[in-house]
């Protein structure tokens, strides 16, 4: 059994990574933590709020964190994911509360009191996972293991051309966590564009059951249509899910140690993560970076985990 924390910005994928983190067996999720992404925190926050209460999971502490970029403007992406981070779902409001605590005072606390150690899944812009380091650092590296679905290595970006989103949108923290010496798992557009989800996937699973998948449908449904086709080709990328999966143990992901590093300044290539690829260099590698999927293997592992 992994514990783990999602520190998150739902967002469809987020909400799809953590349906499937729910209900992985071999993980235990100790809470979600929220941070400004691809919509503003307070949106963020009753997103997990709302999905805990759909799949009946209202004991998982949830906070909210940090409502801004350390040092750029903010950055968030409606356009893809509609105004309510949801594909426009327009849910009712949570009946569920946050916890009284920021996320980074979660974390710390849960960190402390933690028996067992903690795997960060980091599914959205490092915010959080920053302060953390600058204020707790020593708690901070207790932290098993942070694997986070971010970066591009040896493709193109989806936010700029170099850049991804999560590491674009603070690429200051995204630095400090990459220099912090924690232990580092890479899962980037590299992997996750070639693990699309296509309709008929979904309209095959008629056997699925229970209010949680008919929510996903439906979720699924509402995100084809905004989601811009020519992006993730006839399908929704699995970016944050296929993080989750790197917190199981299989062999679904291929991994290279490299030394992994992002630009903070400049325009163009500002949030691009560069990998030290070359043979001779003598850079220390601070990272394993997913470089192979097989992507069929982890589209029915994802779908028969949501089916149970
Ligand atoms: C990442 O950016 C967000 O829009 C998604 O939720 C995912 O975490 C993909 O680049
Ligand atoms: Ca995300």
């Avoid at 916890?99 to 402390?112: D, T």
Wanted: charged fraction near 25%; include cysteine.
């Amino acid at each position: 059994m992994r514990n783990i924390i999602i520190d998150t910005d739902p967002g469809i994928d987020d909400i799809l990574a953590i349906l499937f983190a729910l209900k992985c067996e071999a993980l235990n999720v100790e809470a979600l933590t929220t941070v400004s992404g691809n919509v503003p925190v307070e949106i963020a926050t009753k997103n997990a709020l709302k999905i805990l209460e759909i799949a009946n999971r209202r004991n998982i502490l949830v906070a909210s964190g940090a409502s801004r970029p350390l040092r750029k403007d903010q950055l968030t992406a409606e356009l893809i994911h509609g105004k309510d981070g949801l594909a426009n779902m327009n849910l009712s409001e949570p009946t569920i509360k946050k916890v009284n605590l920021s996320a980074v005072e979660l974390m710390k606390e849960r960190l402390l009191k933690s028996k067992e150690p903690i795997t960060i899944a980091a599914i959205g812009p490092m915010t959080n996972l920053a302060i953390l380091n600058i204020l707790y650092p020593r708690v901070f590296s207790q932290i098993e293991e942070i694997i986070f679905m971010g970066g591009a290595a040896f493709c193109p970006g989806n936010i700029t051309s170099g850049a991804e989103f999560n590491i674009y949108v603070d690429p200051d923290a995204a630095n400090l966590v990459f220099n912090s010496g924690v232990k580092l798992k890479m899962i980037g557009l590299d992997v996750t564009m070639k693990t699309i989800l296509k309709k008929d996937k979904i309209e095959n699973s008629n056997d699925f059951g229970g209010e949680t998948y008919k929510f996903f449908r439906r979720l699924i449904n509402n995100a084809l249509e905004i989601i811009p086709q020519s992006m993730e080709k006839g399908g929704i990328a699995l970016h944050d899910p296929l993080a989750i999966g790197a917190c199981l143990s299989n062999d679904i992901l291929k991994y290279k140690e490299y030394d992994l590093k992002v630009e903070t300044e400049g325009s163009e290539g500002l949030g691009v993560t560069l990998v030290d690829d070359r043979s001779w260099s003598q850079s220390k590698k601070n990272a394993k970076v997913a470089v192979e999927v097989d992507n069929n293997a982890f589209i029915d592992l994802f779908l028969k985990t949501l089916r149970k």
